[in-house]
């Protein structure tokens, strides 16, 4: 089946409104992106980049589904960090760089009066990884949610099994059996609960991040307590879900307004 999200990753689309730095590298970036005025206000979303953390796939990649999130009246900040192959990236950088980013984040969008206390933290794939990880520690007082959309998790398996081509081990420094405390406190999966209302959606033709992960995670943050929903989208694979004209779209669009609490205009 041909991905119908083909060439998404290189759409051109509108840059930001402005950039905030949250710190010293010129990777630790925010780029925001205003809502036009004549869009219905819906809420505030960081959005956390995929690329399994290297440094080949940066935040550029993310703006055509932000386009459409501004489109439809969220205020959004993407977010850049350090990532595999640039000084600082890997461990334990690009995960401080996700709870610091984040945090800035939300602090900017208070800044900006846009009702942020509570964002909602969607990611992609890694992106999604990341979001996971660092609303957890960040917790409710912060969070509003987070939208997973494909997300690395389950970080042991995934890289004995190869997903990603050793990007597991590339991010922590080594395989499972070589830092194995590294494996349990970079896995959302092994943090449990992560703490803020969660929707994971997934594609169940993904062949980069496979399904099974997503399921597995939902089972386990449900049995924690967590409060998840997992929506599967049949004949969808990996970019769909970040391709606004994908058939994916409207799915993604109902589950960050399931957890920002409006419905949709």
């Known amino acids: 089946m041909i991905d119908e999200s083909e060439g998404v990753l290189d759409r051109p689309a509108p840059g930001p409104d402005f950039t905030r730095a949250y710190g010293t590298d010129p990777n630790q970036l925010i780029d925001v992106h205003l809502p036009p005025e004549s869009a219905t206000p819906r809420g505030f979303v960081v959005f956390v980049h995929g690329g399994f953390w290297r440094a080949r796939y940066d935040r550029v990649h993310a703006r055509p589904a932000i386009e459409a999130l501004i489109a439809d009246g969220y205020l959004v900040a993407n977010l850049e960090y350090r990532r595999v192959g640039q000084p600082g990236g890997g461990w334990p950088g690009t995960l401080e760089d996700a709870v610091a980013g984040i945090a800035a984040a939300v602090d900017l969008?208070?800044?900006?009066?846009?009702d942020a206390a509570q964002p909602v933290v969607a990611g992609h794939s890694a992106g999604g990884h990341l979001a996971l990880w660092a609303s957890h520690r960040l917790g409710p007082d912060q969070i509003g949610g987070v939208?997973?959309?494909?997300?690395v998790v389950g970080l042991d398996a995934m890289q004995r099994?190869?997903?990603?081509?050793?990007?597991?081990?590339?991010?922590?420094?080594?395989?499972?059996?070589?830092?194995?405390?590294?494996?349990r406190e970079a896995d959302p999966a092994a943090n449990l609960p992560i703490g803020v209302p969660v929707v994971v959606v997934h594609g169940s033709l993904d062949t980069v991040v496979p399904t099974e992960y997503g399921r597995?995670?939902?089972?386990?943050?449900v049995a924690s307590g967590d409060d998840v929903t997992l929506v599967e989208l049949p004949d969808i694979q990996h970019f769909g879900l970040i391709d606004p004209l994908s058939s994916a779209w409207s799915d993604v669009s109902e589950g960050l307004a399931s957890l920002t609490g409006r419905g949709r205009g």
Not at 216 to 221: K, L
């Open 147 to 151: 939208l997973a959309l494909a997300p």
């Open 216 to 221: 597995s995670f939902v089972q386990a943050a």
């Open 109 to 114: 969008g208070a800044e900006l009066g846009f």
């Open 161 to 183: 099994a190869g997903v990603g081509n050793g990007a597991m081990a590339d991010l922590l420094g080594g395989g499972p059996d070589e830092v194995p405390e590294r494996y």
